[in-house]
Nanobody, 120 residues
């Protein structure tokens, strides 16, 4: 099975930066797309960014140009570099991977969440 452990959240001032990490462990599962989602107070979980196994990236309009997703396949880790942070970025951030136990089945796996608070 697959486990995801994320880290890097915290308190930052508007205009500041944070880097989130998601370490993926497990065996017998092929990991394809990796991503980040977030859930602000009173809001539904929303997509922030994804990156495919081929390196194709997708971003929410609200973070385009400010956030960068990347992955290190050798270490089964993906990252979210967040620059020019705004108060509206405040949320719990969750990492996600899609994994295939075999060629005919897949599951989505989630990290535990890490709090990002942008405030002066």
């Amino acid at each position: 099975q697959v486990q995801l452990v994320e880290s890097g959240g915290g308190l930052v001032q508007p205009g500041g930066s944070l880097r989130l990490s998601c370490a993926v462990s497990g065996s017998g599962v092929l990991i394809t797309t990796m991503g980040w989602y977030r859930q602000g107070p009173g809001k539904q979980r929303e997509l922030v960014a994804t990156i495919t196994s081929g390196g194709i990236m997708n971003y929410a309009d609200s973070v385009q140009g400010r956030f960068t997703i990347s992955r290190d396949n050798a270490n089964n880790t993906h990252y979210l570099q967040m620059n020019s942070l705004k108060p509206e970025d405040t949320a719990v951030y969750y990492c996600n991977v899609r994994g295939y136990p075999n060629s005919e089945r897949w599951n989505d796996y989630w990290g535990q969440g890490t709090q990002v608070t942008v405030s002066s």
